[in-house]
């Protein structure tokens, strides 16, 4: 009752601030952003705790907060007080990436590897071959496609398949913190998730350079190849150097680690994309770095970084919201369903292959596929530049793609909840204390 | 650590390292624009930061900060102020456009930062404690230096040749000995949330400290409330006083909101998240109404320490654990802000100097007669070192108005500070 009355506090305050002042005046911009970034953070938390209490991941409150709040619903957050928090959402990719970089220690996850490789390699290339088929098979009923003749066909369907792949190690390490989860299970499926973004980003690149060139579009394969090198190497050798000179700073001064790496996160946030690097592959290899060359001080960093991590986490998972496309959804509801649905089985069936055939423990085996299950970022991110790149043909795929993003966001992290406290794994991590924030009164530690 | 894995790291950072210039010097010869001086100018711009915080940690040097008297938070960020402007240069050109406009919410989300952190001192509890007399020995000291500072403030800018005809010519005097007025702490360190909330009293002096920061912000929300800045239409005409109301009432509200959030036992990562939010939103109304962000955050921090509950130690931790990291990046801003070149900002440093120390004089010669003998604690007037607030205040104007007058307020504070702080240091050595 009490967080009930609080986001109805909240909400009221919002509104109230807002018409005070004219739509697009000179005073939007500086101060929208930490309106915005104060009302997501209270209002998210406070709606993840009541769905917490009926057992729902408190992720799946923070994107439904966004959804709720977001200009396609309650418009309490219109587009562009959303787009001011761009540079949150950023800053918490890098948080992400460089968290999940620092978890994949290659001493921890060398006996996984086979399983990981084969995961992957099943995941993203068999999920991508079988959406490619029904999307190419579904055709005749998905207008945007009536117009493309057979190779054209072919390739767009093929790029939708890729980008339909796509997993997210933003969410898979949102709910690693949430459940506490530590063990083979989920260094296995974070170790998945993070081999497979690597993955779609080169395939997505080749395949959309060719679908572009089946359009009649203009397109050079040379040109498209040093793209995706510059962007993947590019991404891991600044990341490399960051992780050195991070691995240096938490070696040599220590002091105010959780201010530079926060700085280091607005600074590859601002600046990765005007210069065509991937910010989460920057900082997913900076933490890999981190990670293999100061194993100890890594664990410092993760448990610095948690205090910093948590309000950007959830203020990242809400915009993730925000953004869906809630009027998007209602069009392409039935299609977009049923290739969740596809998408789900065809992950399940081929999870339960890759780690048949890697003899993976009994958990895996079991439950490996559900952290392929999730989209967020990249996806999101993919559906854009099929959006901006192909015409009317792009507006109407990015549609369906959101529709599946949509689903695959706000359901799927249920399901990964789910394996996590079936495998044994949720609770696993010894968490310390912080000392420096004192108990509750009378509270001992 | 086991050798495999590390010489695995080392030709994988190897390797990349050589294949990611070649690819990209490849990228920009096939005719891509790679911004590279915008990479290097980062990379740089990383490494003197971590520099930066080397030499902010090393021992040395901070024993050669002890020796030379850099102990307040003022002049040992300024090296951070010094960034921000080194960032910002054309010629440097990083803190500048887009990334400058992104971060400039840091600036509000610092100052409702600072402005919580001197509300959550207004216990009222502590305040009744304070011997008879404080009250008029505050007055004293601070209307003093104001008065002076002021007219001499308003005489210097009178002779630059702005008109007092012109509505903002008494905002900007108004700012300048606001801000003039108000004097640091020895330390300028708060006390430790054991001294704070265990029933332990803190300092005499420190409680005047503070009551002079309560002052300094009651000034500014006269300030912010009465001179509106005019380049914002406002849906409503409202008065000086309905805005005085909507400040208070804002931040009463935004307190209430707070409390009943931060309490229920919540503790670690949540209880700072929720902190973090509780401030943001309250900067983000007051910043969004063109209102100061500290006065609405003191207001709303006065309300959670006033109120019962298990949360004020812990939220005190939270609020004075993040202060300084948060104090450097908004002067870092703050530097990005500052306009050196103009000269008449740098003459009214020594003005800014001289009436302050005027108005304290005057108020020492006041004292034995108005309060009475032994009850002063002040330094003495010459060497009373310049608030972390009376920067907060300039900053919090610059956001606010416009006007030709601004940066060289700015530019007085700023400057002013280094150099009581420089003077009460020679005071100290002999």
Excluded at chain 1, 53 to 59: F, R
Excluded at chain 1, 318 to 345: C, E, M, Q
């Amino acid at each position: 009752m009490k967080n009930l009355l609080c986001l109805a506090a909240l909400a009221l305050l919002l509104n109230a601030a807002r018409s005070l002042l004219p739509e697009g005046g000179d005073a939007y911009g500086v101060a929208q952003t930490e309106l915005a970034f104060g009302f997501v953070l209270l209002s998210a938390f406070l709606v993840s705790e009541i769905l917490a209490q009926i057992g729902l991941p408190k992720l799946v409150g923070y994107v439904l907060t966004g959804v709720l709040a977001g200009p396609h619903a309650l418009n309490l957050l219109p587009a562009k007080m959303t787009a001011e928090l761009d540079l949150v959402s950023g800053v918490a990719i890098c948080l992400i990436a460089l968290t999940a970089g620092g978890e994949l220690s290659f001493r921890r996850i060398r006996p996984l590897w086979r399983t990981i490789a084969a995961l992957t390699l099943w995941g993203v290339l068999g999920a991508a071959l079988a959406l490619t088929t029904a999307l190419y098979v579904l055709s005749p009923w998905l207008p945007f496609l009536s117009t493309l003749h057979r190779a054209a066909l072919f390739w767009f369907c093929a790029m939708l398949g890729v980008a339909l792949s796509a997993q997210s190690p933003a969410v898979v390490m949102g709910l690693l913190s949430e459940t506490r989860a530590e063990g083979t299970f989920s260094r296995t499926v974070l170790g998945t998730v993070v081999m497979s973004d690597l993955l779609v980003i080169g395939l997505f690149g080749f395949v959309s350079a060719l679908a572009r060139a089946a359009l009649g579009g203009e397109s050079s394969v040379e040109q498209t190849a040093l793209g995706i090198a510059w962007e993947l190497f590019g991404s891991l050798g600044g990341g490399a150097f960051l992780g050195l000179l991070l691995s240096v700073y938490l070696k040599k001064i220590r002091d105010g680690a959780q201010v530079f790496v926060t700085l280091m996160c607005i600074v590859v946030a601002e600046l990765a994309v005007p210069v065509q690097l991937d910010p989460l592959i920057v900082m997913l290899s900076a933490g890999l770095v981190v990670a293999n060359f100061s194993e100890e001080e890594t664990s410092r960093l993760v448990r610095d970084l948690e205090t910093v991590a948590l309000p950007v986490y959830i203020v990242f998972f809400a915009t993730a919201g925000a953004t869906l496309r809630l009027d998007v959804l209602a069009g392409v509801a039935p299609i977009a369903l049923l290739l969740v649905i596809l998408r789900g089985a065809s992950l399940w069936l081929l999870g339960v292959i890759a780690t048949s055939s890697t003899r993976a423990p009994a958990e895996i085996r079991r439950w490996g596929w559900t952290g392929m299950l999730p989209q967020a970022g990249l996806a999101l991110a993919l559906a854009l530049l099929v959006q901006r790149g192909f015409g009317l043909e792009g507006e109407g795929a990015s549609a369906l793609l959101l529709g599946v993003i949509a689903i695959n966001e706000l359901v799927m992290p249920i399901l990964l909840r789910v394996a996590l406290l079936q495998s044994g794994d949720a609770g696993a991590h010894v968490v310390e204390v912080d000392s420096r924030i004192p108990p509750p009164a009378g509270e001992t530690r | 650590m086991l050798p495999v894995p590390r010489w695995v790291v080392a030709v994988l950072v190897a390797a990349v390292g050589c294949a990611s210039p070649h690819a990209a010097v490849t990228h920009v010869e096939t005719g891509s624009a790679v911004p590279f001086g915008i990479l290097a100018k980062t990379v740089l711009g990383l490494v003197l930061l971590m520099g930066l915080f080397w030499l902010g940690s090393h021992p040395r040097v901070r024993q050669f900060q002890e020796w030379l008297g850099i102990r307040q938070a003022i002049t040992a960020g300024f090296a951070f102020v010094g960034l921000g402007l080194i960032a910002s240069h054309p010629s440097i050109g990083i803190l500048s456009g887009k990334v400058f406009y992104d971060l400039a919410p840091l600036i509000h989300f610092a100052l409702g930062w600072l402005g919580m952190i001197i509300g959550f001192q207004f216990d009222v509890r502590v305040l009744d404690r304070l011997p008879r007399g404080t009250a008029l020995e505050i007055a004293l000291y601070t209307l003093a230096p104001f008065v002076v500072v002021g007219v001499v403030g308003a005489a210097v800018m009178l002779a630059y040749g702005r008109p007092w005809t012109d509505a903002t010519f008494v905002r900007d005097a108004i700012v300048l000995a606001t801000a003039g007025a108000i004097f640091a702490s020895g330390t300028g360190d708060r006390p430790r949330p054991r001294d704070r909330f265990a029933g332990g009293d803190s300092d005499e002096r420190h409680r005047l400290d503070q009551l002079d920061e309560i002052a300094a912000v009651a000034g500014l929300a006269v300030l912010g409330s009465f001179f509106r800045p005019q380049w914002v239409g406002f849906q409503w005409a409202l008065s000086g006083s309905i805005w005085l109301l909507i400040t208070l009432g804002v931040g009463v509200f935004v307190g209430l909101l707070a409390y009943a959030i931060l309490t229920g036992g919540r503790r670690g990562a949540e209880f700072a998240a929720l902190t973090l939010g509780s401030v943001a939103l309250a900067s983000g109304v007051a910043g969004y109404l063109m209102l100061p962000p500290l006065v609405v955050c003191f207001i709303a921090g006065a309300m959670l320490v006033n109120l019962p509950g298990d949360h004020r130690r812990r939220l005190w931790s939270v609020l004075t654990r993040f202060e300084r990291p948060l104090y450097y990046l908004f002067l870092t801003l703050a530097g990005a802000l500052w306009d050196v070149t103009d000269w008449r900002g740098w003459l009214l440093v020594p003005a800014l100097v001289l009436s302050r120390a005027g108005g304290y004089l005057f108020a020492d010669r006041l004292a034995p007669e108005i309060v009475g003998e032994g009850m002063s604690m002040r330094p003495a007037w010459f060497a009373a070192p310049v608030s972390v607030v009376s920067i907060a205040i300039v900053i919090s104007a610059q956001t606010i108005y416009r006007g030709p007058a601004v940066p060289w307020i700015v530019t007085a504070v700023l400057g002013s500070a280094i150099v009581v702080e420089l003077m009460s240091h020679r005071r100290a050595r002999r």
